[in-house]
């Protein structure tokens, strides 16, 4: 969806998967990329393909992220497009879960979040329009061996559904994604942890879903280069299910 020229964006955890793959779809659409990562040098290589910037930066840092928002904005001219996707999974039945794969998984989504929401909104608020899209999951509904990522995705909701009502009247929408099984480093590494190949999930996946196909990175891209676009602007509040029908 075109109509972004002028807008300047930042995408968390947006080296490769759906940060990557959203960060070169907002450029198409005429925005200017920041790509935010914890591993710089793969947010400079993605920010490459955008012509915007990479930045490394860890989101649980609340000053390292209002220090990449200031520079996104003095780089690029300000800041319209925030998407809050860095996320990372510590998976494990609940009596093996460790405090540590709590506070890891809560830190990055929703801390996370948190710090990067409130670093950017202040130059939406002042500039009276903006777009924050949040990054749930359909794990949200629950998933066996996921209580703290399903923890964190449905706290996304809440959290997206809390920031519309603060920011709606200043011009800002907030609106979350909730992907269902989509092939990337994160599921190939499920794949693992259940003892089977990527192959046998991806097939296992797209069978369990009225499509009966997996989802692309691009496929979570496209819904949320909508919800950062003008013509969404009565839309907020709302989590989008992209999951090919599992919910059905």
């Keep these: 969806m075109a109509g972004l020229e002028g807008r300047v ?24 990329v920041a790509v935010l990562d914890l591993d710089e040098a793969a947010a400079s290589h993605t920010a490459s393909q955008t012509g915007g910037i990479g930045i490394g930066c860890d989101v649980t840092d609340g ?10 904005v003095a780089e690029l001219g300000g800041l319209h497009i925030l998407v809050n996707n860095a996320g990372v999974t510590r998976d494990n039945l609940l009596f ?34 903006g777009r924050i899209v949040n990054l749930s999951s359909v794990s949200a509904l629950g998933n066996r061996g996921q209580a703290n990522y399903a923890a964190a995705k449905m706290g996304l909701q809440g959290f997206t559904r809390t920031l519309a009502i603060e920011l ?58 909508f919800f950062a676009s003008e013509p969404s602007s009565f839309v907020t509040g709302q989590t989008l299910y992209v999951d090919g029908g599992a919910k059905i």
Excluded: C, Y
Aim: positive net charge.
């Design 9 to 32: 964006a930042l995408v968390t955890g947006g080296a490769r998967g759906i940060g990557a793959a959203t960060a070169r779809r907002l450029h198409a659409d005429g925005a200017r």
């Design 63 to 72: 000053a390292a992220v209002e220090a990449a928002v200031e520079r996104v």
């Design 96 to 129: 093996k879960l460790t405090e540590s794969d709590w506070d890891t998984v809560m830190n990055v989504h929703l801390k996370g979040a948190f710090n990067a929401s409130k670093a950017a909104q202040k130059h939406m608020v002042a500039a009276k329009w």
């Design 168 to 225: 709606g009247p200043f011009g800002v929408t907030v609106n979350a994604v909730a992907p269902g099984f989509v092939v990337t480093d994160m599921t190939d590494a499920t794949a693992a942890r259940l003892g089977i190949t990527p192959e046998q999930l991806r097939e296992a996946s797209a069978q369990a879903v009225p499509v009966r196909r997996v989802g692309s990175p691009d496929d979570i891209a496209n819904a949320i280069a």
